[in-house]
């Protein structure tokens, strides 16, 4: 800790006096914005399928109004680029490219390699959202490419704006083609980054924050209120229209609107980072900007793979350990050896099932079938119909991993056409991570073992990126 706390303040005396923290502190928000956005929208359902809980929880929408801050980071790119541009140009942007451009490197091979392993229907439901942030950095690569040609460009932000209204309007008015919404991946983001651009300037007066923050809301509202634009400033799967992809003149307007916030907030936050340990923080944040920005979907996707093959697919309180009171009678535990009705549930209570609801007499083992009085410890086999946990197909009382016939089995495996599936199955089944087979043949071992390579060198990859942070951030304390 001592030399922690030493480092912390070796960082904030070598910071130059010129520095605008306040600028980095923006930096740090919009990274932190984007990685827990993404953290919040992005699920998937069994398939796999992308997914989002906004889907089943759109209430939620609000928490992008928080979250989804791409336009404060196009503003703080144009700002800080404008200041850094200089002669020669090939020199400058080499350098601005490099740093955009290396962590791209690792990240494209840590998944041409989980490619090789991975069937093609899990490498796309997995991989889209992993590797979704490289539109951003194309779009930014070329607005940073551009620098010094827009800023000889005056009055871009009101033509951008109308550019994105014109093609809204052709979009939802004229029934134009859906291709012509991708007209505003340019036009859209170039609003906050040439407004950045002006920033630097300094033609941007105090006053116009006020103005971009207010009419930016308003006008966000006025579209969502009244025109039919979606609440959320984030993709909803199976939504028909989004705001971010493509984006739409809500999402610019709330940029607007963002913008003017931040051109407020950054005196404030300068001051703020003052104080050693919050500014050490965030420079370690703009240190690795974009390296947690490309690879947070990519420890996402492996924190869900270790869970769901470890684990298996949430499916109740009992999937996080989770247990009720001891005379809940519907609680979702591991009791005495005692209950008539389940074989790890409280005693006495006959039906009491793992991980069911409310107390039923007959409930089953591992999510089974009612209707059979008495079951005890997992389909005891000298009791009629049970078979242990692997009964024959045509046992209604069975557990566990019943025959592909099995009507309205829940356990963890069997046939494509059982509707109470849950957990691993078949590729077309809601096995949502393709693993295949019982639990008990090779089959079933096999499909595990493919994910071990993928999940060593999820693991492996994520300790590097940590290293090699950590090595980056102590060698530009050395320099300083």
């Not at 005379?327 to 535990?333: I, L, T, Y």
Request: charged share 15%; with cysteine; proline share 8%.
């Amino acid at each position: 800790m001592g030399d922690l706390a030493a480092a912390v303040r070796r960082l904030d005396r070598a910071t130059p006096p010129s520095r605008d923290r306040g600028i980095d502190a923006l930096r740090a928000l919009a990274i932190g914005g984007v990685v827990l956005g993404h953290w919040l929208v992005t699920a998937w359902e069994p398939g796999p399928r992308i997914s989002s809980p906004l889907v089943h929880l759109p209430h939620l929408a609000p928490a992008s109004w928080v979250l989804q801050t791409l336009a404060v980071f196009f503003l703080v790119g144009g700002y800080v680029a404008a200041l850094g541009v200089r002669e020669p140009y090939r020199t400058w942007v080499g350098g601005r490219l490099r740093r955009l451009l290396g962590p791209v490197v690792p990240l494209v091979v840590c998944w041409a390699v989980v490619a090789a392993f991975m069937p093609w229907p899990t490498l796309e439901a997995l991989g889209k959202p992993a590797l979704g942030p490289l539109w951003f950095l194309g779009v930014f690569v070329l607005l940073t490419s551009a620098t010094p040609l827009l800023m000889r460009v005056r009055h871009g932000v009101p033509v951008m704006v109308a550019v994105v209204a014109v093609v809204d309007l052709a979009r939802f008015g004229l029934d134009a083609p859906a291709w012509v919404g991708w007209l505003n991946a340019g036009a859209a983001w170039l609003v906050p980054y040439l407004l950045g651009l002006s920033w630097a300037r300094g033609t941007v007066r105090p006053s116009m924050a006020w103005w971009l923050l207010g009419g930016g809301a308003a006008v966000t509202a006025v579209l969502v209120g009244w025109a039919g634009y979606p609440a959320s400033m984030v993709g909803v799967p199976g939504a028909d229209v989004s705001n971010l992809s493509p984006p739409t003149l809500a999402s610019v307007s709330f940029g607007l609107a963002q913008a003017g916030l931040a051109m407020l907030a950054r005196e404030p936050l300068g001051r703020l980072m003052r104080r050693t340990r919050v500014w050490a923080v965030v420079a370690l944040v703009n240190l690795n900007a974009m390296r947690i920005f490309l690879w947070h979907q990519t420890v996402l996707v492996a924190l869900v793979v270790c869970a769901a093959v470890l684990y298996g697919r949430p499916d109740g309180l009992g999937w996080l350990g989770l247990n009720h009171r001891p005379d809940d009678p519907g609680r979702q535990g591991r009791d005495g050896p005692d209950d008539l009705g389940q074989g790890q549930g409280g005693p006495d209570v006959p039906g009491r099932e793992v991980q069911g609801g409310p107390a039923a007499p007959g409930r089953e083992g591992l999510h089974g079938r009612s209707g059979e009085l008495g079951r005890v410890e997992r389909d005891r086999s000298d009791e009629l119909g049970g078979n242990g946990l692997h009964g024959g197909p045509d046992d209604l009382g069975r557990v566990g991993h019943g025959g592909p016939d099995e009507l309205g089995r829940e356990g963890l495996d069997g046939g494509p056409e059982s509707p109470g599936r849950v957990g691993y199955g078949g590729p077309d089944e809601l096995g949502w991570v393709g693993l295949l087979g019982r639990p008990d043949d090779l089959g079933w071992v096999a499909g595990r073992l493919v994910w071990v390579p993928v999940l060593v060198l999820a693991l492996v990859a994520t300790a590097g990126l940590m290293t090699w942070c950590r090595q980056q951030f102590d060698e530009r304390l050395r320099r300083l």
